[in-house]
Every structure is written in structure tokens, then in C-alpha cells.
């Protein structure tokens, strides 16, 4: 389904499935054995959607061979690698004395739930309110406690979420982590930008910020992922990644931000696959991301913390 200015969707369909999807492989690396994290409630919460291709590959149903891109051990390296550096991200944050915390397009994230949050940290969720609603009930039903005081806002991106931000208790004269992860490409290049200036405008000196960008959409449709998306179609999952995402030129992310006032550094996904010592993959699908940059933002001044 092409996306739209005004669509919907809830989380087995449409940019929502693509929510599951990475939940399911947050279940994988959690179950994998290089145990790069720890998200007890993934697995659940991806039954609990009920998409078959999902729930089947949570449970061990789906057998590929060894190296495969859907080798459960090389998919939970993928996602492990990029949950434990968003992980990172709001850690050190919070370590360093920031007790406020902001998770844009929240999804199935468990961080409120499963991070060793410091005593007296907010954690603010933001997604649409059929996403907040299912997670929030879900998890409840699990009997699972946040470990942070968990603060949701229901609301569409597209709308005013700052006023719903603030409304919810969120003070931009402190000091805010921020993430924005697995967003940008599902955003049009003039709301990408609208975004970013948002943060900065809710951020006081101190603040941090996190995300992940690809360069290059284009890779969306190059051969690699056309054999990828035709063995994912096979396996039942209907959902065309590429028709969701908003393609063509944008402002590069790390330009952008410096230019806005951002101190900014940058890793290749290759990196960080180093610093967890595993081997980045060499095949064709693998080099088509190679590009894959995790970003980390300071806004500079004196903090308020």
C-alpha cells in the first residue's frame, strides 16, 4: 500500500507491520546466542499481533540455512546491534544525570520496561493512539511494570504532538534524550527537516540525540532487496517495505544538524557490528546497507541538569 499524507494504520499493517517486524527480530536477538540484549517482552507482544510470518519466526517455525538473510542468528545480529545502541544512547544519558527521556514513534519498544532506568526518570512514549493503546494493554495483561515512571503520548506525528508532549508533563527547560529511531524514511524530506527543528526547539542545552539514516533509498529497489522482498512475499508477509517509504533527495541528517547547532559524530553500521565483535555480512543484501549511519547528537551550552 503507496503511502499517503493522511493514512492509518495499526501494527499488522501498512508502516505498523514494519513495528512488529522489528519486534520480532528484537525477539531474535534476545533468543540468539550472543545475547547482545535482553527484551523479555518482544516475543509476546509480536504474538499478540497475530501476523503469522511473525509469530512463526519468533517461535522457532521458520528453518533457513546457516547465513541466510533470514537466518534468525544474523537477523538478531542486525537488530541487536542497533537496539543496543539506542540503548546506549538513553543510558549514558540518563547516567549522566538527564531524567528526561522522549521515544518518537515508539512502536513495540520495551525501553520503559526493561532498561535499568535511573530513579526519577521520565520516559515519554510517542506513537498513534491505536499502537499506545494495544502496547499499553499488552503489556498489562503480561503483568509487566515499567521500571521508569512511563508517560504515553497518543498522537500522530503528523499532528501537534509537541502541544501533546507538554500537555503530558514534558519540560523543554530541562534536559532531554531523545530518539528517532527507525523513523526517517518513513517521513517526507520537508518533515524530516520539520522534525529536527522541532527537537531543537524543545531542547534545552545538554540535550541528546540519537538516530539511524540510510543515504540512499534507492537501495529499496536494487536487486538485492527485490530477491529479499520476493522470498519475504513467499513466506507470507504481504507488506511492501519499499511502497512505504517517502524516496528522493533529502538534506543529509548530519549537515543538517551541525548546521542547526548540533554536535554531531557518526558510525557505519559496520562499526558498530565491530564493537560488538561479530562479522558484518559480506553478500549482496548486506552490502546494499553497508551505508547504514548511527548518528549521536549533543546540543551544546551549559546543562541544566
Known sequence: MTRTDSDSWDLASSVGATATMVAA????????PDKLINDPFAAPLVRAVGIDFFTRMVDGDIEFPE???FDPVRMGHGMGVRTRFFDE??????????????ILASGLD???YRLDWPAGTVVYEVDMPEVIDFKTTTLRDLGAEPTAERRTVAVDLRDDWPTALKAAGFDPEAPTVWSA???L????PDAQDALFDTIKALSAPGSRLACE?????SVFASPAWHEHREKMLALGFEVEIGDLIYHGERNHIVDYLTAAGWTVTGRQVRDLYDECGLEYGDDELAIAFDDMT???AVLPGDSRV
Open 25 to 32: 527480530q528484537r525477539a531474535l536477538a534476545t533468543a540468539g
Open 67 to 69: 547465513g541466510d538473510e
Open 89 to 102: 544512547h538513553f543510558l549514558s544519558a540518563t547516567q549522566s544525570g538527564i531524567r528526561q527521556a522522549v
Open 110 to 112: 520495551a525501553r520503559a
Open 181 to 183: 529511531e527507525g523513523l
Open 185 to 188: 524514511i518513513y517521513l517526507q
Open 213 to 217: 539514516f540510510i543515504g540512499d533509498t
Open 294 to 296: 548511527y548518528l549521536s
